[in-house]
């Protein structure tokens, strides 16, 4: 028959409680930990709650070594180290797990409380999303509340009490809390492991393979949020973020140009018309790229990073960015780059891989001639281009995610076989064909397009907004952006047409039942996530010192916010001290001494009454140890009691108050 926890011992209650929090404080781990951790953390706790349910003896002590020598070799065997982010994770884990089996005094449930709030903060090492802060705020009340009740050894009290206590205990600390984070200074940690464990994450490749950004254009998650100055934002077929631009082609495969094979041009950036300002917060990639718009002269805004320019104009950091990154640019939607007349470092950008793609060459030649006579002997790269983009607009091309399997010669395939194919696809086959026809060309990845949160009104990126265009080389402007891909569906460019992956069960019984719900409840919790990133993930020292300011502050430091903070401190402690003593000052000081020598009577296990007179107590104390044994504690208890009811007090309350503390009380068991 299964029992209510209210039918249950009280041992087996709070172990299960205990071990529910436990596995609460592990669950967003699991995508973390090797499979082995999951099945012995499960087995561990399993077995645990089956011993504390059947009120069965604990497992002995070899059994206990030999599954931690047994999760050691594991550990190691995984992770090649017992130290480190990942191998640390996976040992507090397995330790928390096995401590459960000799949980038997109060002391080890001590020990478990505080692996168990270690074990909490490893999960921000992965994730500091609202979820996980939500769930692990959860889990905190939960040990808290676990905390408690341990320190409530008489009787049986309800885990409800238990709980309240706990809330009230946060809610105390929560200003506290919320001081240390607004005014403690931002500074570099002082240890830390690296953000080195990306798996699952998606995001642009300074190589770019068949197939390789219409992977990443399946996946919907947000690469980054935008919010432009005074809401002034570029049309939209130009909003471009440029990041990875590759160069070198093997017959299949892109991949950027080492530094040494770029040939020293110089960047040469010009700028037109008007800049756009805006804001981005970029995602992390666990790469060293810093998304901006096309073109962007100026370094981004970036706090505690060290961050240069390639010479073909991608902004670039010293370190991969493994944790949310905001920062501010300026940017020129109109521009042009690179050397204005033919150098010899441009040669590197016509280079083809000899034999590959034959008919795309003899098509490239047919082209060059045309062109020539359009440009009447001029420069033919325009009319080259032009010529190009009109075939993909009439040839009969196609955009899509599904082209057919592609061969070696890629671009021979898309030009007379497939005709069809995603941006990748479309921008290789160009560039390869600029390339045959002698003129430099290159590829750029990045992102093309978003879509504005009617919520937040942030302008989103996604990892479906991944895309490739080409760069040409014209004499007397130097690189030009063409996007192939806009000559075959125009709506990809403008209006933004995506390509989006199948939705999920829930999403999609959400969008059978409306159309626009599933929408609806997307950008609202994409709002609520970016104010979670913008204000609490974001929260940098620039902001600090932004607050300070409005506080009067005219030139803020480092050094002001340690006072600011230090005085808070000061007050909540001052302003703590005088409620304790308007609080002593309500309540009969020689109520509150007999209400401590209750709670030590209780502790011991003796049962009182809640109006128990000094006496009585005494009596009930003498029944439970004996009258020997409790001589001294019932001895103080009837001169506490003739003190108050006495006709002639031969004792202060001072004096009890120091016998009080000198008594040596029983104990439980005892």
């Not at 001294?632 to 506490?640: C, E, G, I, Q, S």
Request: glycine share 8%; proline share 7%; net charge positive.
């Amino acid at each position: 028959m299964l029992k209510l926890p209210r039918q249950m011992p009280r041992d087996t209650r709070d172990t299960l409680f205990l071990l529910g929090v436990i596995a609460l404080i592990v669950l967003p781990q699991l995508p973390n930990l090797p499979l082995w951790c999951i099945a012995l953390a499960l087995v561990v706790l399993l077995w645990r709650g089956a011993l504390a349910w059947q009120a069965a003896p604990l497992p002995g002590r070899w059994w206990r070594i030999g599954l931690l020598a047994l999760a050691l070799g594991a550990t190691f065997a995984t992770h090649r180290t017992l130290l480190g982010k990942d191998a640390g994770v996976t040992l507090v884990v397995v330790l928390l797990a096995l401590k459960t089996l000799e949980l038997r005094a109060r002391r080890d449930a001590f020990v478990i409380f505080f692996l168990g709030f270690f074990a909490m903060l490893t999960n921000f090492f992965y994730s500091q999303s609202l979820l996980t802060a939500a769930a692990m705020l959860v889990a905190l009340l939960g040990l808290l509340t676990a905390l408690v009740n341990a320190h409530m050894p008489a009787g049986r009290p309800p885990l409800m009490q238990a709980a309240r206590t706990a809330g009230w205990m946060a809610l105390a600390g929560a200003p506290v809390m919320l001081a240390l984070f607004m005014f403690f200074p931002r500074l570099a940690p002082l240890w830390g492991t690296p953000n080195d464990n990306m798996t699952g994450r998606t995001g642009l490749s300074n190589t770019m393979q068949v197939g390789t950004i219409a992977e990443l254009a399946l996946d919907d998650g947000i690469a980054a949020r935008v919010r432009f100055d005074d809401g002034r934002m570029p049309p939209r077929d130009r909003l471009y973020f440029r990041g990875p631009v590759l160069s070198r082609f093997d017959g299949r495969e892109w991949t950027a140009l080492p530094p040494w094979e770029r040939g020293f041009l110089p960047a040469n950036l010009r700028v037109r018309g008007e800049p756009v300002r805006y804001e981005l917060t970029l995602e992390p990639s666990n790469r060293p790229w810093l998304l901006t718009l096309d073109a962007t002269p100026q370094a981004p805004a970036v706090e505690e990073l060290r961050i240069f320019q390639t010479p073909d104009l991608q902004w670039m950091s010293s370190r991969p960015i493994g944790d949310l990154l905001r920062y501010r640019a300026e940017s020129w939607t109109d521009f042009d780059s690179g050397p204005q007349r033919r150098l010899p470092g441009l040669q590197v950008y016509t280079a083809l891989p000899p034999g590959r793609n034959p008919r795309t060459a003899e098509l490239a030649t047919q082209m060059l001639a045309q062109s020539r006579a359009q440009a009447g002997g001029g420069d033919a790269t325009a009319a080259l281009v032009g010529l190009a983009l009109q075939r993909l607009r009439t040839g009969g091309y196609s955009y899509t995610l599904e082209p057919g399997v592609y061969g070696d010669e890629t671009a021979d395939e898309f030009w007379f076989d497939h005709k069809a194919g995603f941006c990748e696809h479309i921008a290789s086959a160009f560039v390869v064909l600029m390339r045959a026809a002698g003129v430099p060309a290159r590829i750029v990845t990045g992102f093309q397009g978003g879509e504005i949160n009617a919520v937040d009104r942030y302008w989103t990126v996604r990892n479906s907004d991944a895309h490739a265009w080409a760069e040409v080389w014209e004499e007397g402007r130097g690189w030009v952006r063409v996007d192939p891909t806009g000559a075959i569906s125009p709506d990809r460019i403008g209006q933004f047409r995506r390509l989006s992956p199948q939705p999920g069960l829930l999403a999609g019984a959400i969008g059978a039942v409306s159309p626009t719900l599933a929408q609806n409840v997307r950008a609202v919790w994409e709002a609520i996530n970016n104010g979670w990133n913008q204000w609490v993930l974001n929260y940098t020292k620039s902001r600090q010192l932004d607050l300070l300011k409005k506080l009067g502050f005219d030139s803020p430091s480092l050094a002001d916010l340690a006072w600011v903070l230090l005085w808070l401190l000061v007050g909540a402690s001052l302003a703590g001290g005088a409620w304790t003593l308007w609080e002593r000052s309500r309540i009969d000081p020689w109520l509150r001494l007999l209400g401590r020598a209750r709670a030590r009577l209780a502790r011991a296990g003796v049962e009182l009454p809640p109006q128990a007179a000094p006496r009585l107590m005494g009596e009930r104390l003498a029944e439970r140890f004996g009258a020997e044994a409790s001589a001294p504690v019932r001895a103080w208890l009837l001169r506490l009691e003739a003190q108050r009811y006495g006709r002639a007090p031969t004792e202060s309350l001072r004096a009890l108050r120091a016998q009080f503390r000198r008594l040596r009380w029983p104990a439980a068991g005892g």
